[in-house]
């Protein structure tokens, strides 16, 4: 079984530039969630996804992230535009469905660095 | 507010000793908890969770945690660490009412010494 796919691994961008990062979950899985992982903390929720709806997005800055999951299966998390405390690793995540008894399968993650 | 916290940043373990990993949670209701590791460059990898029940959770690679309402504790164990077991380790936790939203603590790094 494949499991969460993200790309790129690595971006490097200059602050007031925009990006762009993509993940795609394991088939069959409606839960889809990104976080943000900054540097010597855990990973903190952004938005959670069900199927095409948004479940929680609370933690989602949204003057500057905007994120979508367009037919309930890719996803692409926006930065637009980036300061420098948007450098963080970008996690991506996806589970049968939400809830405490579905396990979270991540994938390996963006690392951002915003110059 | 509802959190998990890993007292400890950085744990040095020789290789063959045993592990114990702090976990602290604050939960007013019963908390489900998670505890994952995180090796350079991979994602998070589920080691065990805990729901309700017995209160001695077994995980995969060894790994067992115990809940312990009374300390608001969830502590990962494993009696001998092998080297491959050098990684961060992220306690996580949550509670029925929220969505099954997880809070993350700010992990442990272990390193195993030869």
């Known amino acids: 079984e494949a499991g969460v796919a993200q790309s790129p691994r690595y971006k490097i961008i200059e602050k007031r530039q925009s990006v762009a990062f993509w993940c795609n979950p394991i088939?069959?899985?409606?839960?889809l969630y990104w976080y943000q992982q900054i540097l010597g903390q855990g990973p903190k929720l952004l938005i959670q996804f069900q199927n095409n709806g948004v479940v929680d997005d609370s933690q989602l800055p949204k003057d500057r992230f905007s994120a979508e999951r367009l037919k309930g299966v890719d996803s692409t998390l926006k930065i637009q535009p980036a300061k420098l405390e948007d450098s963080a690793v970008y996690l991506c995540?996806?589970?049968?469905?939400?809830?405490?008894?579905?396990?979270?399968?991540f994938g390996p993650g963006t690392r951002l660095t915003v110059l | 507010a509802q959190s998990v916290t890993q007292p400890d940043i950085h744990i040095t373990v020789s290789e063959g000793a045993s592990l114990e990993l702090r976990c602290n949670y604050s939960?007013?209701?019963?908390?489900?908890l998670f505890w994952y590791v995180q090796s350079p460059g991979q994602g998070l990898q589920l080691l065990l969770k805990?729901?309700?029940?017995?209160?001695l959770v077994q995980g995969i690679k060894g790994f067992e945690a115990e809940f312990k309402r009374s300390q608001s504790s969830f502590n990962l164990r494993k009696p001998s660490v092998h080297w491959s077991d050098a990684a961060e380790y992220f306690c996580?936790?949550?509670?029925?009412?929220?969505?099954?939203?997880?809070?993350f603590g700010d992990g442990t790094t272990l390193t195993v010494k030869p």
């Open positions: 939960y007013g209701a019963t908390p489900y």
């Open positions: 996580a936790g949550g509670y029925l009412g929220d969505a099954g939203k997880s809070t």
């Open positions: 088939s069959g899985h409606a839960t």
């Open positions: 805990y729901f309700s029940g017995d209160t």
């Open positions: 995540a996806s589970s049968l469905a939400g809830g405490r008894d579905n396990e979270q399968f």
